[in-house]
């Protein structure tokens, strides 16, 4: 009953998050799709839980580089991440992350998907938001962090 309780906190937790997130288990199968991954693909939960990551209906290379970057995961047990802007008729840039999740002893049993929008301050990019130097020199002093604009994973 406990482990029950706990499961359905982390799972409610997961899908309040405002970043699209998803779990994908061992054998490539999306276990949780949260409201914001239900929004930014337009794809319900029911739609991609249980399904393959082969066979989810998202765009075509965005699918096979999602199904990639999962699979070197549970391979290799290291974090992955990407930038894109195919992400369901979306032109905002979105850094993705993939995160091994651990078994008890210490295999890689799934995988761990954010989506967090890119900005250009973190990349040293023309435009950036604070215009106080580069994105090296901000991260060292903590600009673009939490209080200065951060919108998700990928800023370091």
């Not at 990407?82 to 210490?106: W, Y």
């Not at 998907?113 to 250009?120: A, K, L, Y």
């Not at 020199?137 to 673009?144: F, H, L, M, Q, S």
């Amino acid at each position: 009953r406990q482990l029950d309780i706990l499961s359905s906190r982390y799972a409610e937790t997961l899908n309040r998050m405002p970043w699209p997130v998803i779990l994908v288990d061992g054998e490539e199968k999306v276990q949780v799709w949260n409201t914001a991954a239900q929004r930014l693909f337009g794809v319900g939960a029911g739609a991609a839980v249980g399904v393959s990551v082969e066979r989810l209906p998202i765009e075509a290379s965005l699918r096979k580089a999602f199904l990639l970057r999962c699979r070197a995961v549970l391979s290799t047990g290291k974090a992955q991440k990407f930038r894109t802007g195919k992400l369901a008729n979306n032109s905002t840039m979105f850094d993705v992350e993939f995160a091994p999740l651990r078994c008890g002893e210490g295999c890689t049993d799934g995988v761990l998907v954010i989506f967090g929008h890119s900005q250009p301050a973190e990349r040293g990019e023309p435009g950036t938001r604070s215009g106080k130097g580069s994105a090296a020199a901000n991260r060292k002093t903590g600009a673009g962090n939490s209080e200065n604009g951060w919108r998700g994973p990928g800023n370091r």
